[in-house]
């Protein structure tokens, strides 16, 4: 279904307030209590800034079973397992839920479907379009991939949770409190999914240009297009791709550069008048691109906080949405004593370190391909069109986070891996 006039967002509307026991929110809070109803999206005008400021901001001191840091993708898929166990679980952002898009929001359609999440469909591919500075190939993907609108998958995300929400810029840890900028908040269990700063982790944090970290920046013109569309070729970035998302009235056109001191705004506004589209609403981050341990001094870390973004495509939604989903496995059968919190920090970071492979291998190309002559990427890319070979390195790829992960239900299988790192 397609939900946007052209210029126009998408929000989740007001969510209803769930009926889990007796207590009221309090009256200062800014509660939005969401339940397992989902949100029916209503269209506005213009993007309103949400957060609360001054005022509004009123102290916050408290406890609760599951504190999850952060309301994207990550965070919002540990509360949607959570839903319905009667916890008390908190989740804090700094900005209101779906308020502030991440990405150019392009996700494999299994994963929308799996999830239920189809209203916030926006455009779907069947093939991919790769230029390089010689020619353009077209691999007929065996899989589609499409693009969707952040706030109403966010608020549909949410709307299948039952948790409490607050706005709060999370600042540090301390044992088992987590300080925000409006008070210190007490839980036995403490999820990151802030992504790449990693803000609960141990020691100071590795910052770039010495992390492993890629640099990402995309303009949102708006505009049409028929093709998801990427560029290899040095001219835009030395290492890197630049790419066009069509998502339904408008098109995500950005670089992202693995080097993370090559900078990404000339290239990506010179991608942009190459394509003839506006150089408007900007968007970039910091994007991970090697797995970092999951568990660290008793916090589970989630999404791009544990580098759970993969390399070489840069492709960190669907991974955040799966191992949102198996962290919140574990902590639901904590909450209902099933195990231990550290038994759950040991079978979590083992599930997060068994992908330890394929992240390899995909760093290890992310490395390889900027050292193709560019005369021999046009063939090379030709080779591996065959429909054989497109079938098979992307249902592999597919394989790394598959979207049958979300009706698997239960914990996550796990073999044995040294969980050194793990909780203490
Ligand atoms: C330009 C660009 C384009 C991309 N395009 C795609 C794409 O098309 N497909 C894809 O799969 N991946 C894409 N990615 C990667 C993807 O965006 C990330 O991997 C993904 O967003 C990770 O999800 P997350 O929930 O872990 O973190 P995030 O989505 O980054 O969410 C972190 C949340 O934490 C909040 N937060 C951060 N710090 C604080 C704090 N101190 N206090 C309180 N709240 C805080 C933020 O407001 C945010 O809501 C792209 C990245 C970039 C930069």
Not at 39 to 67: S, W
Not at 107 to 131: D, K, N, Y
Not at 286 to 297: F, M, S, Y
Request: proline share 7%; charged share 20%.
């Amino acid at each position: 279904m397609r939900l946007q006039p052209l210029g126009r967002l998408v929000v989740p509307a007001p969510v209803p307030i769930a009926a889990r026991g007796p207590a009221a929110p309090p009256a200062t809070a800014t509660v939005a209590r969401l339940s397992a109803a989902r949100p029916r999206p209503i269209i506005t005008g213009m993007p309103t800034r949400a957060t609360k400021r001054g005022r509004e901001r009123t102290p916050l001191q408290r406890d609760c079973d599951v504190l999850i840091c952060g309301a994207s993708f990550a965070g919002l898929a540990v509360a949607r397992e959570l839903a319905g166990i009667g916890a008390d679980v908190l989740v804090v952002d700094r900005y209101e839920i779906g308020e502030r898009q991440t990405s150019a929001c392009g996700i494999p359609t299994a994963w929308l479907r799996a999830l239920a999440l189809e209203e916030s469909l926006q455009q779907t591919f069947g093939e991919l379009v790769i230029h390089t500075p010689h020619s353009t190939v077209r691999y007929d993907l065996p899989w589609t991939f499409s693009t969707f609108d952040y706030r109403t998958l966010c608020g549909l995300l949410a709307g299948m949770g039952t948790f409490e929400f607050e706005t709060a810029k999370v600042d540090g840890r301390t044992g088992d409190t987590v300080h925000t900028d409006r008070g210190d908040i007490k839980a036995p269990l403490i999820v990151d999914a802030l992504g790449w700063r990693r803000v609960l982790g141990v020691g100071e944090n590795i910052q770039p240009p010495d992390a492993l970290l890629s640099r990402g920046l995309e303009v949102h013109p708006f505009g049409s297009g028929e093709d998801l569309e990427v560029w290899i070729d040095r001219s835009y970035v030395p290492a890197g791709y630049g790419w066009s998302f069509p998502a339904d009235g408008e098109v995500r056109i950005g670089i992202g550069s693995f080097d993370p001191r090559h900078h990404v705004r000339e290239p990506t506004e010179r991608l942009a008048a190459d394509l003839h589209a506006d150089r408007v609403r900007y968007q970039g981050n910091w994007i991970p691109h090697a797995l970092r341990d999951a568990t660290e001094d008793g916090v589970f870390f989630v999404g791009d906080s544990a580098g759970h973004c993969l390399p070489l495509t840069a492709e960190g939604i669907r991974t955040a949405l799966y191992f949102g989903i198996a962290c919140g496995r574990e902590l639901r059968r904590v909450i209902e004593g099933e195990q231990s919190r550290e038994r759950a920090l040991a079978r979590y970071h083992d599930f997060s370190a068994q992908h330890a492979l394929a992240f390899r291998w995909m760093l290890r190309v992310q490395r390889l391909v900027p050292r193709v002559a560019p005369r021999l990427l046009a063939p090379s890319l030709r080779t591996m069109g065959t429909k054989r070979f497109v079938d098979w390195s992307f249902n592999h790829y597919l394989n790394v986070a598959h979207p049958s992960f979300v009706a698997g239900g239960g914990a996550p299988r796990t073999r044995h891996v040294p969980s050194a790192g793990a909780a203490a």
